[in-house]
């Protein structure tokens, strides 16, 4: 089966879902990216010494909101009408 290009008489299928849920889509990307960024870090370089820096606000609460708000987001953009 050979793939053949539309006739200008045949309508070409539109994208399942509009410009604006794709742009929501990359947005809640990029804020999951960002939280997970902000997650990272917090460790000792030396394993015998107990680093109190994995305990930040940053990484506790500031992080995990923003992933959520990540998942959140991507959740919208799926559901919104084009």
Known sequence: MSYSPPR??????ALALGRSNYLWMLI??????VGYLLM??????????????????????VAPIVV??????MFYGLLKRP
Not at 43 to 60: L, Q, Y
Request: proline share 8%; hydrophobic share 40%.
């Open 8 to 13: 200008p008489e045949q309508k070409v299928p």
């Open 28 to 33: 809640s990307v990029v804020l999951v990216v």
């Open 40 to 61: 990272q870090g917090g460790a000792s370089t030396d394993p015998n010494v107990f680093s109190e820096d994995i305990f930040s606000a940053r990484r506790i609460t």
């Open 68 to 73: 959520l708000t990540g998942y959140g987001l």
